[in-house]
């Protein structure tokens, strides 16, 4: 018999989120969001593996350190969240100290945590309108109602924000949740400003709502001065904000984190329960921190980003001209390219995957377009070559399709 009858009613919100195999192979696989290979640190990976081994023996093969106890079932290894709070510290002001650091499979499983720590059957979240779709997704799953708000140069539109705030509370409603990206945006790349960041705190304690920051591609900046990370303008203890070694060292470490006040935290533990992260990958990564590697490889990792990024943009630029618009990023992993109305995108979009050139829809990250198309091409874990070439191709396929005039 079918067995649709016993699923939950959370299953049947939507398929799983995967993205099945093109049936053609990738030869210019612009979509995933991935590390670049080149920028992984392998050989001190391998080094630093065996060495806590023989520093810490069997223990690192445990489920937790028998020195600390069933604390890190749940919060994950002391000695790195310890390392990730000193880190947080000295670089945005917070003393969190390790039990405002929990450790997580990857940001999003930190995200989903949250999302089911915080949210209720009905409760209202707000989230850029074009965003995160796993984000998007848990949010849905815990019983919440997302609500956009619209994005533009200077990131989430605060007065948007603001206008939303009190269209629930005539509702007899109120705001639970913002989940937002403010620097690097996932997938448009902009970075909220300060002043709307400052606003944005301070409505979370006006109208008393958490935030959760992604800032997962916050460390990977390779122009502009850093802006002030919501966490550190956070007074009132209502901002949590994510990170991910995943996307800073090596995707295949599934290790991330979520930090704030001790007490903001406390509901994602409440909801843990997968026996928390694997302690030699923790243990690994506290050794990595702690003989100082971590803030050259973001340095140079960067740098290796800034590079492809300038290919991508000078390729955008020669190849599809004013067919596409796109702003150049500060940082991260894209550009966020909206396609020109004469094009004929379907034929075009068809046409590229035929000819396996592989970005990720913009449909995939929000709502309604009002009929404009976008795509997120993803030029960091692909070489420059592959960028310049498969950009040039797809400059091709869009002069190609170019609507006949009426």
Known sequence: MPLNHLRSKASGTGPALFFPDPEVPAVFNFDQG????????????????????????PSVLDYFDPKVGY???????????????????????????????ILTSGSVQGIALAMHGYLDKGDIVAVEASSFPYALRFAEMSGGEVRPVPVDADGMDIDALETLI???????????????????????????????????????????????EDDVYGDLRFAGEPLPTLLSLDKGGKVIQCGSFSKIIAPALRLGWIAGEAEAIEPLAAMRQDLG???????????????????????????????????????????????????????????????????DWDKASAEAAREGIFFRPGERFMG???????????????????????????????????????
């Not at 994950?76 to 390790?98: S, V």
């Not at 490889?297 to 300038?310: D, F, P, Q």
Request: aromatic fraction near 8%; charged fraction near 25%.
């Open 34 to 57: 991935l590390a670049a290979p080149e920028t992984f640190p392998l050989a001190d990976l391998e080094r630093l593996a065996k060495g806590v081994v023989d520093r810490d023996g």
């Open 71 to 101: 604390e890190e079932l749940v919060f994950g290894y002391r000695g790195l969240r310890t390392q990730i709070a000193n880190r947080i510290e000295r670089m945005q002001g917070r003393a969190l100290g390790h039990m405002g650091v």
């Open 166 to 212: 009190a269209d629930i509370a005539s509702e007899g409603r109120r705001l639970k949740m913002v989940y937002t990206i403010p620097t690097f945006q996932t997938p448009t790349a902009t970075e909220m400003s300060v002043e709307r960041r400052q606003r944005l705190v301070d409505l979370a304690d006006k109208h008393d709502f958490i935030i959760i």
């Open 277 to 343: 992260v694997a302690q030699w990958i923790a243990r690994i990564m506290e050794a990595y921190m702690l003989e100082g590697l971590l803030e050259p490889h973001l340095e140079k990792a960067a740098a290796v980003y800034g590079s492809k990024a300038r290919v991508a943009a000078e390729a955008m630029r020669a190849h599809c001209g004013d067919f596409v618009r796109f702003t150049m990023p500060r940082g991260s992993f894209y550009l966020w390219v909206e396609i020109d109305d004469r094009i």
């Open 368 to 406: 309604e377009t009002g009929g404009r198309k976008f795509l997120r091409l993803a030029y960091s874990h692909v070489s420059e070559q592959v960028i310049a070439d498969g950009i040039k191709r797809l400059g091709a396929i869009l002069r190609a399709n170019v609507r006949a005039a009426a």
